[in-house]
């Protein structure tokens, strides 16, 4: 459980920096090659080495699901404090709902 | 396709608006692709290890896969906001799903299909034009 808390937080930063580095592509096409994505990437693959250590047993995909929806509210997080993204009440209401469907996915899985 | 076409209308008025929705919806699409690709590798594995694994075409397709949907995602982060892209991941559960019940005869349940109602009405809401 804990080990798929801490995948979801480098899940999310991954995307951080996905976001990070594709901001570069405004000066070109060529800079899909730079550091920023590659950090995403990597944190990415760290993130998924996380997860499966976590499935291992006794983890149960239907209670792990659940914490992957926690990336995507640190993501709104991080989106808010690092490039200033706004909170809106349409974000807040699709976020919600996403998170719930998650969750529910995650039950039916058992 | 047939969505950006669907969104030429509007996208005049605010361009890149709508756009990277669209992108993202490509990425789960192909990203379900690759996790079904993936599990028909994992079951067919002969030889544990990694030639084995590199010798497992749908393994390698679907890590191909995975690698084309990241590039369309950060095409979509380009000119998209992070917060509102990243949960449209989630339709990835929507196709796995029901991709998984007709090739691999996964049972679904009302569980599931709650969930998925729930998760498509949640990328409906962040989907449609943003306002601020």
């Known amino acids: ?110 | 396709m047939s969505a950006t076409i669907a969104d030429s209308p509007r996208a005049s008025d605010r361009p890149a608006r709508r756009q990277p929705v669209a992108l993202v919806f490509c990425c789960t699409i192909l990203g379900a692709g690759a996790q079904v690709l993936m599990k028909t590798g994992a079951n067919q594995i002969a030889h544990p290890g990694l030639l084995g694994m590199i010798a497992n075409l749908p393994l390698m397709g679907g890590y191909c896969l995975y690698g084309i949907s990241t590039v369309l995602l950060v095409i979509a982060l380009k000119d998209g906001e992070l917060s509102l892209l990243y949960p449209v991941i989630a339709l990835t559960y929507v196709w796995v799903t029901v991709l998984s019940f007709l090739i691999f005869h996964d049972q679904i349940n009302r569980w599931k299909l709650f969930g998925i109602a729930l998760i498509v009405s949640g990328v409906g809401v962040l989907g449609k034009g943003g306002r601020r």
């Open chain 1, 1 to 110: 459980m804990l080990l798929v808390l801490v995948a979801s937080i480098f899940g999310s930063i991954g995307a951080a920096f996905l976001k990070y580095g594709a901001q570069e592509l405004h000066r070109g096409w060529l800079h899909l090659f730079n550091w920023r994505l590659a950090a995403g990437v990597s944190l990415f693959l760290i993130s998924s080495y996380f997860f499966v250590l976590g499935l291992r047993p006794p983890g149960e995909l239907s209670v792990l699901y659940p914490m992957v929806a926690v990336s995507y509210i640190w993501t709104l997080l991080w989106s808010r404090i690092f490039f200033k993204e706004p909170f809106t009440r349409q974000k807040m209401i699709g976020l919600l709902l996403i998170v719930a469907g998650v969750c529910c996915v995650g039950a039916g899985s058992r």
